[in-house]
């Protein structure tokens, strides 16, 4: 069955630097998704992507955070200048169709530390 | 978006059935109804939807009465690996254009026991 993959699945960083998570959504999709999920807490969503631009974001997706599609197959998330209350897990996803009632196929996570 | 209201944490065995009740007072005409689980440190994964009536799949039922302002996901014979967070979320028929985020509540989480 095709899947979402991340990478990495642990990224440390320190408070500043910038990092580029990485998800390959499954082939034949064409929206995509970020989350994160800060320990204990709520799946929140961050941005959604289709047709090479950005369909929806949160009112936490500010100036520090981008995505973008490099290439046919990978989906990226920058955070710029990270703080500490970016540690958290962050989830892609990708869906056939766009509506909230499409299924959305949700990538193992990537977990951010930032020291 | 309609507002879905979900019991925090439920408690179960192995072997017995579990029926999670969500409400959704708010639901639109074209908006349908979806439950994920999500295990610890994994992104959460779909279950099961409908619209009204009844649906069912090799996982789960889910029952939802003609006034679609609630719905109950029902587990048969839960086992341990079904302890997990049960979220249930209202959205929209795909109409074109964009895509929608999914906004997640809390989430039910069922803890079963041996």
């Known amino acids: 069955e095709p899947e979402v993959t991340q990478t990495p699945s642990h990224q440390v960083t320190q408070m500043g630097q910038e990092v580029i998570l990485r998800c390959v959504p499954i082939?034949?999709?064409?929206?995509f998704y970020w989350y994160r999920q800060i320990l204990g807490q709520k799946v929140e969503f961050l941005v959604s992507?289709?047709?090479?631009?950005?369909?929806?974001k949160s009112e936490i997706f500010d100036d520090q955070f981008s995505v973008e599609r490099p290439d046919g197959s990978n989906f990226t998330l920058k955070i710029r200048s990270t703080k500490l209350e970016d540690s958290a897990m962050y989830f892609c996803?990708?869906?056939?169709?766009?509506?909230?009632?499409?299924?959305?196929?949700f990538g193992p996570g990537t977990r951010l530390t930032v020291l | 978006l309609a507002k879905t209201t979900q019991p925090i944490s439920m408690d179960s065995y192995e072997g017995q059935e579990v029926n999670i009740t969500c409400s959704h007072n708010?639901?639109?005409?074209?908006?349908?109804i979806t439950w994920y689980q999500q295990f610890p440190s994994q992104g959460p994964r779909f279950i099961i939807q409908?619209?009204?009536t009844k649906v069912t799949n090799e996982v789960a039922s889910l029952f939802i009465p003609a006034d679609r302002k609630s719905s109950t996901l029902s587990l048969p014979r839960v086992s341990l690996s079904d302890t997990a967070v049960y979220y249930c979320?209202?959205?929209?028929?795909?109409?074109?254009?964009?895509?929608?985020?999914?906004?997640f509540g809390k989430g039910t989480h069922l803890i079963i026991q041996p």
């Open positions: 996803a990708s869906s056939e169709r766009g509506g909230g009632a499409d299924t959305q196929y």
């Open positions: 082939s034949n999709h064409l929206y």
């Open positions: 992507f289709y047709n090479n631009e950005i369909s929806e």
């Open positions: 708010n639901i639109a005409t074209n908006d349908y």
């Open positions: 409908g619209y009204k």
């Open positions: 979320l209202v959205g929209r028929a795909y109409s074109g254009g964009g895509a929608d985020g999914l906004t």
